[in-house]
């Protein structure tokens, strides 16, 4: 059956068609027959270049073969327990022995239980109750970080969907990225913070990168007020390098979130920080946290096997650079436009100059984006189909298919 009728098929069985919204590709979302290394087989028969890679966490490309094995491996002795079981002291002990920051870790099942479980261990710590988000930070689907954007540093949260309760987002704050006085300035008149949660490069709009020295300005200030810093770390986990934007930017945080890459690919998440808060967490401590799927042997046989081929195989990482450097080349030479990239992470802005927060963001030329969407998919290379979404490569990406990108890049944006 072709993509067209599935969906018209979906669409009577699931709201909007699809399991998540970003999915729901106008005017129909092409269906996956399978994957493998960095291309996607559609049910139409097409052969695309991946650059979505499940929204980052493949960084090793589809099934591949070491993680495929640990999976296998693993299904062979059953995929849920209900119980510990050796597997989570291993991932524990690589990404603890990964961050600095981190002592310890709990496993969820996804980022946004990941960030849920962080915000509730920063107020249950700190006993205070307000957040501060940055605006157009993304952190996952719950309540709490649903918050619209522009409404303000000084102003209460306003839920950005129907159904979260307006006095929830009441504690939900906002301050643009790469302003450090914002923070400085909220900070000073609020001392009912529990924690500035933020995307170190912010991934979900972007890339919007970090300026100089940003990140330190926000580790100082928070300490400065007492406040916890949350890295959400879903998408730059093991994704900028091993140790994520912790290690790169030099900047330690009291409590990380990871997903994504993490999982190898299937789902997880996990939240960890520094042992006195950590200790918090039940059964150790009163913040009460739980899930029939944390730790899941075969998520974690998948993540361990991913993390310890990265660190087996460390020049990924610049070979990763070098090929969104390549493709950087041909991009800047557009007329329309600014490129950004960091290691395998890249968008193009349509936009005059890189953003560098959300509400440059904004301004960006959504139906040129489209348009230069569509024609990279006719050229075979599917990108995220939104001008809000980071684009990604793997290691999987061969020479040819860089080129392939590039190309595509050089007859998409000079049309
Ligand atoms: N935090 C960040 C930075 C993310 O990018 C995402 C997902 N895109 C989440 C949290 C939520 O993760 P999940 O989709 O696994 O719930």
Redesign the pocket.
């Known amino acids: 059956m072709k993509s067209s009728d599935l969906f018209a098929r979906a669409k009577t069985l699931m709201p909007g068609g699809v399991s998540s919204p970003v999915r729901a590709i106008k005017p129909y979302p092409f269906y996956v027959e399978r994957a493998a290394g960095s291309h996607l087989t559609t049910v139409d028969g097409a052969d695309l270049i991946d650059c979505c890679l499940g ?2 966490p493949l960084i090793l490309g589809h099934a591949h073969p070491v993680v495929r094995e640990a999976i296998e491996r693993q299904l062979e002795k059953g995929w849920l327990y209900g119980t510990p079981s050796p597997l989570e002291i291993d991932l524990a002990e690589i990404i603890t022995g990964d961050h600095p920051g981190i002592d310890m870790v709990r496993f969820v099942s ?6 849920m479980a962080a915000i509730r261990l920063a107020r249950g710590y700190t006993g205070k109750q307000d957040i501060i988000k940055v605006e157009g930070g ?4 719950h309540d709490a970080v649903l918050v619209k954007a522009g409404s303000g540093a000084t102003t209460l949260g306003v839920p950005d969907s129907a159904g979260v309760v307006a006095d929830l987002v009441a504690h939900t704050r906002q301050v643009p990225y790469n302003d450090p006085e914002a923070l400085e300035k909220l900070l000073s008149g609020n001392d009912d913070v529990a924690a500035f949660i933020l ?1 170190p490069i912010m ?2 709009v972007g890339p919007v990168l970090p300026d100089d020295g940003y990140l330190a300005d926000v580790r100082e200030i928070t300490a400065a007020h007492d406040v916890l810093l949350i890295l ?1 770390e ?2 730059t986990g093991y994704r900028v390098g091993i140790g994520g934007a912790e290690v790169l930017y030099g900047v330690k945080p009291d409590i990380a ?1 990871f ?2 890459i993490i999982g190898g690919g299937l ?1 997880i ?1 996990a939240f960890g920080g520094r042992r006195d808060i950590m200790e918090l967490v039940a059964p150790s401590g009163p913040v009460y946290q739980a899930g029939t799927f944390s730790g899941n042997p075969a998520s974690l046989a998948a993540g361990s096997a991913a993390l310890r081929y990265l660190h087996d195989h460390p020049e990924i990482y610049r070979r990763l650079d070098d090929a969104t450097r390549a493709i950087e080349e041909v991009a800047v030479d557009a007329h329309q436009g600014s490129f950004v990239r960091i290691g395998s992470v890249f968008k193009h802005f349509f936009r005059g100059s890189a953003p560098r927060n959300y509400r440059e963001v904004k301004e960006c030329d959504t139906e040129a984006f489209s348009r230069f969407w569509k024609a990279m998919l006719d050229a075979g290379i599917f990108l995220p189909p939104a001008q809000f979404e980071t684009n990604f490569l793997s290691a999987a990406h061969t020479q040819v298919d860089i080129e392939q990108i590039a190309d595509a890049y050089r007859s998409c944006l000079f049309a």
């Open positions: 929204y980052g996804s980022g946004s239980e990941a960030t993304f952190h996952g689907a995307e991934g979900n959400d879903v998408i979130t997903g994504k789902p998440g």
